[in-house]
């Protein structure tokens, strides 16, 4: 085989393997189109369903409450998740000091609201923290974003929290008085780029449908000291201030109008 005919066979395997290749991504790239939404909505299906056994939204791994025999799996669960696990089963052997004193406000609240709808539970946890918790504009700080400015014990226990611990202590007191109500932390950022980033609940009432609830903005200054109006909300009604990842969170379609 001389150098000429060596040449034209690497000349046309050349051209087979860009052809082979530019048919493959080309395949690739019709399927994707076609399976894309498909694909997306699957996604989306699996992750719902596993954010809400394993991981909440903010990076905290959730307790596992089993239907059948309510025990928990705790391996690794938040304090809030094993004060939740303490109110519903009475076991607060688990417990640190610090999450008793949790405990013993999430139990008397439950115990207050006990047999009351989700609406009803909702609003007394919004009234709650707004009554006794202060924005803690002097407290953040930025180096620590786990502190207590964040958590539901500096909301429930120390009283002076911001966004996040607001959040997260409505959410204790909504899921220790309730099994369904399934109050959750939403993550987004506020419109306003001053404000940067920011937290807030959803909730799910017994109509089984969810919605926005974000008491560090209803707890204002007025002369009852809070208020409703971002209490059971809408997408689009809360998409007016803020921006969040829709995809991870559900559908919030309706308002609650009171």
Not at 50 to 78: H, P, Q, Y
Not at 164 to 189: F, H, K, P, Q
Request: glycine residues 6%.
């Amino acid at each position: 085989m001389n150098t000429k005919t060596v040449d034209k066979v690497d000349f046309f395997f050349t051209v087979f393997f860009a052809m082979l290749f530019s048919g493959s991504i080309a395949f690739l790239a019709l399927y994707c189109c076609n399976f894309s939404d498909e694909i997306a909505a699957d996604f989306k299906n699996a992750f719902q369903e596993t954010k809400g056994f394993f991981l909440r939204v903010d990076g905290a791994v959730d307790a596992i409450f089993e239907d059948s025999s309510e025990t928990a799996s705790l391996c690794g669960a938040s304090e809030d998740d094993r004060v939740v696990y303490s109110v519903r089963t009475g076991d607060t052997t688990i417990l640190s000091e610090r999450e008793l004193q949790l405990y013993a406000v999430a139990k008397k609240f439950a115990e207050e609201n006990s047999g009351k709808t989700n609406f009803e539970i909702a609003m007394a946890a919004n009234d709650y923290v707004c009554k006794n918790t202060e924005y803690a504009y002097n407290l953040l700080d930025y180096n620590q974003p786990y502190d207590d400015s964040q958590t539901s014990f500096g909301c429930l226990i120390l009283g002076r929290t911001v966004c996040a611990g607001y959040t997260n202590g409505l959410n204790l007191l909504c899921n220790s008085a309730s099994e369904t109500i399934d109050a959750t932390y939403v993550r987004g950022n506020v419109l306003d780029d001053d404000m940067g980033s920011h937290a807030w609940s959803m909730v799910r009432l017994d109509d089984g449908n969810y919605y926005h609830l974000d008491s560090t903005w209803n707890d204002t200054d007025d002369t009852d000291g809070w208020n409703y109006e971002y209490f059971l909300k809408s997408d689009s009604f809360f998409s007016e201030t803020r921006t969040w990842e829709r995809w991870m969170y559900h559908e919030c379609p309706a308002s609650v109008v009171l």
